[in-house]
């Protein structure tokens, strides 16, 4: 493709050489109110030549321009898309994770509901004090100065 635009720019090069040097009988032409006289064939065919050239180089900008906001909305609405299924996914997950959290909120009710009740845990505890069965250490998130979960916790419930 670029070796025939090669020869035809070549080719439309030798034609207006021949055009230019062959024709050089005086013409007049008149372009916007304005008149220019005693101009040669040829030199009427460069003058041709120049507004032409200047067409295709305003024709090549406008493609160009074109093309690079083409390639910018392209990338544009490939970004959204991505960022749509990464807040997508970021709200699946988040579902998934407060589904878990109110999983452990119901476990950890049931568990103290439990042992409120009269559960063996309850009778494990006795009246010295709480178990240190794993139901016993569950540590509700809102609970000053400890973690939930943390099996370090000892019989008085104080992290080690």
Request: glycine residues 14%; hydrophobic residues 45%; neutral net charge.
């Amino acid at each position: 493709m670029v070796a025939l635009g090669f020869v035809l720019l070549v080719l439309a090069g030798l034609l207006a050489t021949g055009v230019v040097l062959t024709n050089r009988e005086p013409a007049d032409a008149e372009a916007f109110g304005v008149m220019l006289e005693n101009l040669s064939v040829g030199g009427l065919f460069l003058i041709g030549m120049v507004v032409g050239v200047a067409a295709m180089l305003g024709l090549g900008l406008m493609l160009a321009g074109a093309s690079r906001r083409r390639a910018k909305r392209i990338a544009v609405k490939r970004e959204v898309r991505d960022v749509r299924g990464e807040r997508e996914s970021l709200a699946e997950e988040n579902a998934r994770l407060q589904a878990e959290l109110e999983r452990t909120h119901a476990d950890a009710a049931h568990d103290t509901t439990s042992t409120a009740s009269g559960s063996p845990a309850a009778a494990a505890a006795g009246p010295s004090g709480p178990a240190t069965s794993a139901a016993a250490r569950t540590v509700l998130p809102g609970e000053p100065g400890r973690r939930a979960g943390n099996d370090l916790d000892g019989p008085g419930g104080r992290t080690r």
